[in-house]
């Protein structure tokens, strides 16, 4: 099936008349000043700004979010300036803003577009009644290297899964009229390839081939300006020797040629002026001319447009047409929000939208969130019925701000609720014996350890929260080592041996390697940072009340030496089976150089992941059976329905996301060993059957070529269904043309 993108809302040119309207009367410097974004943060906003703003000269403003500033600073725009052109207000609302939600990567274990396109409304609710009406998300970055910061606020390594949830995201925060109150422009970002930044280190170069390029990177962005995406935003990164804020062929050949969007393009943070730094641009002007030739419309933060432009045109080094059509995007966008007829927006209303339902929709966010890695002997749920006391450990147990996550500027920790608070709120606090054992995640200093230690001993069980402080990822805090920071793993150990049953909680904002948590653990929960409501989300699972039913959406490396892995690799000319690699303590001394497998793996890691794509365990359990296909061959138009039956085998309730998978076995191009091509949320009682049914579309099994042509090739095409992107169940059909 196609990607689930909704149509893009109904495009009237309404206000593209209004914006051409405004843009003829524009002299050269107020053209420019529509292009040129400035930070608004900082005291006393419009004193700072307010003459520039009067005269024209700045177009939109970032990060300041006082609905009172945010008025004058609008007042001045509209009353002072020549025009009266309002300006855009922008922000990162990434994933909540002062409700927060779980991070994207978390949202993303939901595989749940409607609880994702939920969370994304109610933080354009909250950001809007503020004076916000852009913000710089979804970002659908394909992020597949742990190490890398950003991938806290990536939807992970599949383009499907970040497609869907891209495009819900921009559903959520757009609504069906940008105009409307509690509505944000959206801005789909990293165009393109920035989680492909070498070494995990932000900002690094990324060297993608184009083949790459369109069959992994680009399909989530094409999916979000397909469900409406008003905007993007260029990557900080260098592409194959052309940064992307400077790159003619990604923004200009793809993004406006091939793609023919006509939207606002705005450069990332002084991307502009970096491509002096990068070695592309001698010096601003020629940066200013590169970025508008390649296609950015608004520069964020290097004044290179402001500064540079008129003066270009007048010498004629740039064309007046090129300003005019820049210009014309920026004023459009601003025209579809409604700001030249209302251009206070909700700044000017009271009635902030209610925290209830956002923390009630925060708490279903973080429990779909929520991953079970491992459950030993059933350990989870707890029965908090017959617990005594439970020790409630760990420097991530009590930690309102923490647990919010990365990109929160705007995030209310007083709205939060620790796991420990939600704890001792349902068992009462005579029943917890809590003790942090350590002051932060990277603390070393042990002396905490025996208090834990003695918690542990006066309970029935140890319920220990562990993981990274929020200011571990997110932009620029990037990781070489991805095990727990700290003495975390010391104090694990400490609990194994007081011979408690020991249940882990992972708060952290990537997948860290978790091989010597496993052997020291009955249970483990990866929580990501699950935001607000963390703590009863935590409850709500722990106690079994909500099976969990969370799969992961990016690989877990064994270790950080087998980054890069992600379950759509090549299959390679070797392939590595299991029968025939050894481990590199089994390898007999004096081997030669063919003695075993000689194919793609690690001497120590092998080449399977500690977990999976699209794995996660419930507490109850799924058994997949009779895959079939509709038909053996399909020829073009045609639809192949794959059915497999799931049961639930175990003795509760539970969720299943089942997926689908496919391989182009033999093609122009060598495709990726499984790609997932379908999904679906399926509930069932303990002991019930049902049929699962997926529609496999010609357009599902197509792919960007050598000629970069979509299409599906005839050919064999196997299929699987399961659980996770390991799934047994194959079958086969052939694409006749
Ligand atoms: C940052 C980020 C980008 C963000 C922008 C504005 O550097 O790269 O994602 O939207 O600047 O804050």
Redesign the pocket.
Known sequence: MADAAHAAAPQTDAPQRRAEAVLARMTLEEKAGQLHTVDASGPDPAGRLGPEIASGRIGAV??QVDPATLRELQRIAVEDSRLGVPLLVSR?VIHGFNTIFPLPIGQACSWNPDLVRDCARAAAGEAAASGVRWT?AP?VDIARDARWGRIAESLGEDPLLASILGAAMVEGFQGEDLAAPGTLAACV??FAGYGASEGGRDYDATNIPDNELRNTYLPPFKAALKAGAASV?TS?GDIDGVPATGNAYLLGDILRGEWDFDGVVIS??DSIGQLITHGLSEDMAAAAREAAEAGVDMD?MSSAFIEHLPEMIRAGAVDEARLDAMALRVLTLKAALGLFDDPYGQAHQDAAPCVEAARDLARRAARESLVLLKNDAGALPLDFGAIDRLAVVGPMADQPYEQMGTWVFDGDETRSITPLEALQDTLGEDRVAFAPALETTRSRDRSGFKAAVEAAGMSDAVLVCLGEEAILSG?AHCRADITLPGAQLELLEALRETGKPVVAVIMAGRPLTLAPVLERVDALIYAWHAGNMAGPALVDVVCGAFSPAGKLPVSFPRSVGQIPIHYNRKNTGRPPEAERILHIDDIEVGANQTSFGMSAFHLDDGYTPQFPFGFGLSYTRFEYADLTLSADEMTRGDTVTASVTVTNAGDREGTEIVQLYIRDPAASLTRPVRELKGFQRVSLKAGERRTVRFDLTEADLAFSGRDRRVRAEAGAFEVWAGGDSTAALHARFVLRD
Request: charged share 30%.
């Open positions: 970032i990060n990162d710089f970002m970002k990293h935003m900080f990332d943070w964020m932009e």
